[in-house]
């Protein structure tokens, strides 16, 4: 009597085994009967490789040791997808938006406000600076290296269309591709590896030709690659300073003719007048007397 009532728990147990090892495919209505391989993997969990569709965790998450991409991925990025870049070596980050890809390492990007006052394009690839600050970013406007009130907060150049008053983001460090890099834009020559600076004359343009002071040096970035439509510029703002803007110098109100000198109780450097003519003949002739 027991092992009857045991045979017919198997009996059962394998029913149930069987049943559960149909899978249905409710959009399809075909099926198909798991095997003894596919149920050990079922049971076992990871290891698993060989899935024909994505495996969505919803609101749970991954954990490991580490996480290796797939070095020769068939799909393209997207806003929030990570996928590796095998050109440049790394991984490619989609930033919201979907015009922006975030290079991992080798590139930074800001999310800034436009407060321009009009439009801002990628083509133009425009220089910005910080004007102030605008529901907690940045706001920025066109940067110009005519003053040092235009030039000294020069931050990035734009990498997507930015309308007025709305957040986008700008390049800080780093490529900007897909651009006109041949200098026609601005009416010049750009070859491969040009020093790129902020121009003195054109709100938030490049020139290749160094400001001459009064106007502000300030590098903005390389030529990569000089081409008409896949144009390369690897961004990199480099302000110049000021003698007045060293650590050690203090000049307040530089007077015409006047020449910098050692102060060794401010222990700094100060402008003062030269000596007049007379007082620097007669300083002369005592060290000559004197030696």
Request: hydrophobic share 35%; glycine share 12%; aromatic share 8%.
């Amino acid at each position: 009597m027991a092992n009857k009532k045991i045979n017919q728990l198997d009996a059962r147990v394998g029913a149930a085994l069987t049943d559960l090892m149909l899978i249905g495919d409710p959009t399809t209505g075909t099926s198909y009967k798991l095997t003894a391989t596919d149920l050990k993997t079922l049971l076992n969990g990871v290891p698993y490789t060989g899935a024909t569709t994505n495996v969505d965790l919803g609101e749970y998450g991954i954990s490991g040791g580490y996480f290796q991409a797939d070095l020769t991925p068939t799909l393209t990025g997207g806003v929030g997808r990570m996928i590796w870049n095998d050109t440049d070596g790394t991984m490619n980050l989609g930033l919201k938006g979907g015009n922006v890809t975030l290079k991992i390492g080798q590139n930074q990007y800001a999310r800034v406000v436009n407060g321009t006052g009009g439009a801002v394009t990628a083509a133009n690839y425009q220089v910005v600076k910080v004007t102030g600050a605008q529901g907690q970013r940045l706001q920025i406007n066109l940067a110009q290296a005519n003053n040092d009130a235009n030039s000294t907060d020069t931050l990035g150049m734009i990498s997507e269309n930015i309308a007025d008053n709305q957040p986008g983001f700008i390049c800080t460090s780093g490529l900007i591709e897909g651009i006109n890099t041949t200098g026609a834009l601005q009416g010049e020559t750009w070859i491969d590896g040009n020093i790129l600076y902020l121009s003195p004359t054109t709100p938030g343009a490049i020139t290749n030709v160094k400001p001459i002071a009064p106007n502000h040096s300030v590098i903005v970035g390389f030529v990569v690659y000089a081409h008409a439509n896949n144009g390369k510029i690897f961004t990199k703002i480099d302000n110049g300073y000021e003698v007045g803007e060293l650590h050690d110098c203090y000049l307040p109100s530089p007077n015409n003719g006047d020449t910098i000198v050692w102060n060794s109780t401010t222990l700094r450097y100060e402008n003062q007048p030269l000596p007049t003519s007379a007082s620097f003949a007669s300083t002369l002739f005592n060290y000559y007397n004197f030696i």
